[in-house]
């Protein structure tokens, strides 16, 4: 059990902005390194195997922030996905996006589009960016998808919601990766992380290495999980 790897590592990557101030530099030169690191953390899975690595891309939130700065992180996302699309294509790994996409430019929106049905029979990694995601926001959508799929009162389960949300068909989390030393979930995966395991490092993304990836996973595994029973040991 113990050396067994998480089916489900996500990701809030966090910490471009300060590893970007820290240097003198414009924010967006941290979100630039950090896209490489992500690029980093995806490869890694890939080669170990992993079954489903979920990346918080851009929050609900997010959009808030000054526009120069959201239609920039825009323009880097439609890079990123221009140059790395076939890469992805070629190691396997089915892509997936979850939160409101409609929500992004045009030029994003096709770019994902494109992705996902180029990838959707692919059964390596499954990739899920969060675009435009926010853990609230998908249960209400959820909840008002089973309301029009006719789900009623009585019948209304946690299995008839899970399967309304974007993540339907996917297992949750078993580890939630945060870094920069904010120790919240930001409206991430509400509810999906009910009984994930969080690991939380002051490391900013764009530093957050190969090795730190694998020190997570490895923290993980000496986790005892437990989901409110009795410890295996004391049974019996
Ligand atoms: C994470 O880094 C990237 C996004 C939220 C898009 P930040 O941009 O939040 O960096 P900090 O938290 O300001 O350092
Ligand atoms: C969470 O980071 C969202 C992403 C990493 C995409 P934020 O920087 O937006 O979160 P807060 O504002 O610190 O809670
Ligand atoms: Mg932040």
């Known amino acids: 059990m113990k050396d067994r790897l998480p089916a489900h590592v996500a990701v809030i990557m966090d910490g471009n902005g300060r590893w970007a101030a820290m240097r003198g530099l414009p924010r967006v030169e941290g979100h630039r390194r950090g896209a490489e690191r992500a690029k980093e953390v995806i490869t890694a899975s890939v080669e170990m195997g992993l079954g489903t690595l979920t990346l918080y891309t851009f929050s609900v939130e997010n959009w808030q922030r000054p526009e120069d700065e959201v239609s920039l992180l825009m323009k880097l996302l439609e890079a990123y996905l221009r140059r790395e699309a076939s890469g992805l294509v070629r190691n396997g790994v089915r892509f997936r996006a979850i939160g409101q996409t409609w929500k992004l430019p045009g030029g ?56 309304h949300l974007d993540t339907a068909g996917l297992p949750e989390p078993d580890l939630i990766i945060r870094t920069s030393g904010e120790m919240r979930l930001s409206n991430f995966l509400l509810w999906q992380s009910a009984y994930s395991e969080l690991y939380f490092t002051s490391t900013l993304w764009p530093d957050f290495s190969k090795d730190e990836f694998l020190r997570a996973l490895h923290d993980y595994r000496m986790r005892e999980r437990r989901f409110g029973a009795v410890h295996a040991k004391e049974t019996g």
Request: proline share 2%; net charge negative.
């Open 108 to 163: 994003v929106r096709a770019l994902i589009r494109d992705l996902e049905e180029k990838t959707a029979q692919n059964t390596g990694l499954t990739l899920v960016a969060a675009l435009s995601y926010g853990g609230r926001d998908e249960i209400v959508r959820a909840v008002r998808k089973a309301l029009a799929a006719g789900v009623e009162p009585g019948g209304f389960t946690e299995e008839a919601l899970e399967g």
